[in-house]
């Protein structure tokens, strides 16, 4: 079990902001798992799940943008009713502070991930691991 | 005074100027080491003309000489401490003795007179009090004339407007900016200035505006506006006020020497012509300052006023020397908001100031470079970073701005000295 690593960049909402980060991705060729955006009025973070973080990180630091590597947590559920819900209860159950999610399916009615991000990472891991909770590692997410 | 032959009054100055040379030669630290340095002594000025001799005084020499080297009396005979905002650094700290106090409220007493103000009229004192001489001097001189003073202070709108209905204002001292906005609340609540208010007349300043903008105003609220021009290095408000003829303001040059120069040569301009504003306090005991810069444009109408007064007239402030600006009364400097931004950590090295009117109201917002190594993926901490810089600037400059973090080395920036500042007001 290890934690994956989510690209998190700060941009000012202007048109054009992410065309310049999908042309360092597409020039190294760095394949984009899930993209979200956070906004806050005249700027926001855009935060990316990429197959290979470590050389996205270097690339778009290169270019000169403020980017930051954060690990993560990759939950795996059950694409079905409920899938979500299991693990909303364990999160109610431990009053888990979620600082940030996003939410995506793997394989259409069979699996679906939850990646999290969370302060006391070591923590969360081992209370998800006591409820049987799996993550997907590096290599699982990555290769998606 | 105001009539006085120009003869005597020169003749008065120069009496004046005597004295104070005496006093700053003998008390002030500063003035003393200046004299010795240039060889000066006040028993070689013959004449209002030897005044050139002495060298400018500037707002560095003030910041450098803080907080006391300027004083020509013990602190037992000082009563009063005012500071100028927005300086580099350390503000600049003026002192008042009893006397200084009476002839700073004279001089406004003097001026509201002048503009027709009566005992009977109600003064609604919209400055802020505190630190700002604005406030406090213009109470004490509306309070010598025996006007009712309401010190209502800055801001607070919907206060404002009950204190002007309950006790029929009919004169405020207000920003012209907020006079602009007061009118949008009024006419926003149904109250028709003109009409439902019982105010004649207003007194307008702490920031530059237009010819425009008085007219914009006298017309809204259907009364007379006055501008008035001072600084608190100079006592504060009352330095040169308008008359009822309102071209140009009177210069009170009984306590004042006023002068005109070139400001890349420091050459005595003659009136008519467009320079700087360098004053002499020649009627001030604690802290006198000698040829100060103001900074400020302007020119000496060079025909007498129909109004008979023989003091000069300077025309409207057209500008700054440096690149100082006023926002809602407030000075404030680019190398200060520079200071305050470069002391947090988090801050980038470029940053931009934006000033901008809403809804006629004058805004301040700072575009502000975040520092890229410390940027850590969280948004929150972005908003923190932002609510930080904002309450960091609030306190320091007193007056609170828009702030929008951006990217690292997007703003632009000049191989010169840059331009940090942009004034989208139309004044």
Request: proline share 4%; aromatic share 8%.
């Amino acid at each position: 079990m290890e934690e994956v690593q989510q690209i998190s960049v700060f941009a000012e909402n202007k048109p054009g902001k992410i065309e310049v980060i999908t042309k360092i991705l597409t020039k190294e060729k760095i394949n984009i798992r899930a993209i979200t955006i956070a906004s806050s009025n005249k700027y926001g973070v855009i935060k990316l799940l990429v197959d290979n973080p470590e050389k996205a990180y270097r690339a778009l630091k290169e270019d000169g943008l403020s980017v930051a590597l954060n690990p993560t947590l990759a939950l795996e559920m059950e694409d079905e009713p409920g899938g979500l819900h299991t693990i909303a209860q364990i999160v109610k159950k431990y009053q888990i502070n979620i600082e940030d999610a996003c939410g995506f399916v793997i394989k259409s009615k069979e699996k679906a991930v939850l990646v999290i991000q969370v302060k006391d990472i070591e923590k969360v891991k081992n209370i998800l691991l006591s409820e049987k909770i799996h993550f997907l590692n590096k290599k699982e997410l990555y290769n998606l | 005074m105001e009539y006085i032959a120009r003869e005597e009054l020169e003749k008065l100055q120069f009496l004046r100027l005597k004295e104070t040379l005496r006093r700053v030669y003998k008390s002030s630290p500063f003035y003393k080491r200046l004299f010795k340095e240039n060889g000066l002594k006040p028993l070689n000025f013959k004449s209002l003309k030897d005044l050139p001799q002495i060298p400018f005084t500037t707002r560095e020499d003030l910041r450098k000489n803080f907080p006391y080297g300027f004083l020509t009396l013990p602190l037992n005979r000082i009563v009063r401490l005012h500071t100028s905002t927005g300086t580099t650094g350390k503000p600049k700290a003026i002192f008042f003795s009893k006397k200084d106090i009476e002839n700073s409220a004279g001089l406004i007493a003097r001026s509201m007179k002048m503009t027709g103000a009566k005992d009977k009229d109600v003064f609604q004192n919209m400055m802020s009090y505190g630190l700002f001489t604005g406030g406090l001097i213009f109470h004490y001189g509306a309070e010598k004339l025996g006007l009712l003073v309401i010190p209502a202070g800055a801001g607070n709108t919907e206060r404002q407007i009950e204190l002007m209905m309950d006790f029929k204002t009919t004169i405020v001292h207000i920003t012209p900016s907020y006079a602009l906005y007061l009118a949008d609340i009024l006419e926003e609540k149904g109250i028709n200035p003109r009409k439902n208010l019982n105010l004649r007349m207003a007194y307008l300043g702490a920031e530059p505006y237009s010819e425009t903008t008085r007219q914009k105003i006298e017309q809204i609220f259907n009364i007379k506006a006055f501008n008035s021009y001072g600084l608190s290095e100079m006592n504060g408000p009352g330095v040169a006020f308008e008359c009822q003829f309102k071209e140009g303001m009177h210069l009170w040059e009984d306590n004042f020497i006023l002068e005109i120069i070139e400001p890349s040569t420091g050459k005595v301009l003659p009136d008519g012509e467009e320079g700087e504003i360098v004053l002499t306090s020649i009627n001030r005991e604690a802290m006198p300052i000698l040829r100060y810069r103001t900074g400020d444009i302007a020119f000496v109408y060079p025909d007498k006023c129909q109004c008979e007064r023989t003091h000069r007239q300077i025309s409207r402030i057209k500008s700054r020397v440096d690149d100082m600006f006023i926002i809602r009364g407030v000075n404030v400097f680019p190398s200060e908001v520079e200071r305050i931004l470069m002391s947090l950590s988090e801050v980038g090295r470029n940053y931009q100031i934006i000033l901008e009117r809403e809804k006629s109201l004058d805004v301040m917002r700072g575009k502000v470079e975040i520092k890229k190594e410390l940027f850590d993926g969280s948004l929150e901490h972005l908003r923190e970073l932002e609510e930080k810089i904002k309450a960091k600037l609030k306190s320091e400059l007193m007056l609170t701005p828009k702030v929008e973090l951006v990217e690292p080395a997007t703003l632009p920036r000049t191989t010169g000295k840059a331009k940090r500042v942009i004034d989208k007001r139309k004044i």
